[in-house]
Every structure is written in C-alpha cells, then in structure tokens.
C-alpha cells in the first residue's frame, strides 16, 4: 500500500504532489525537473499526493502488500 509510481512521461514538474505530501515520502529532483519517490517505506497511502497531481501522473496503490526484507549477506 503507498505511492506505487511516478509516470515520468506525464509529470510537469510541478512540485505541487511534493508539497501536498504529509510524510515528505516526496521530492524533486531539479536536474530532471520531475518528482520521484524518495522515502516509499514512509508512504502512509493517504492519497493526497494522487488527488493533487492535476496531469495524473501519481499512482497510489490500495492494496495491502507484504513486503519481505531482503538479507543484506548470504
């Protein structure tokens, strides 16, 4: 559950998504000029990063996913 992906293609630069973000899960990047997904483990799946994109760029998964932690050594 959280913000899943950014279309990059779509996203104006409007920082408008980075600033509607509570969890500062948002940034962005100014030698792109686009947002990207910072902090995704922050995400609290509030929407509000979604709602305020006026080009649709943001998605934001609903659906509750089990994430398995990956061993750092074998």
Known sequence: MGVRRIDFDLCNGCRICVEACPMDVLRFDEATDKAFIKY???????????MSCPVGAIYVSPDYERRIPVPLYY
Do not use: P, R, S, V
């Not at 995704?40 to 979604?50: K, T």
């Open 40 to 50: 995704i483990g922050d995400c609290q799946a509030c929407l509000l990063c979604e």
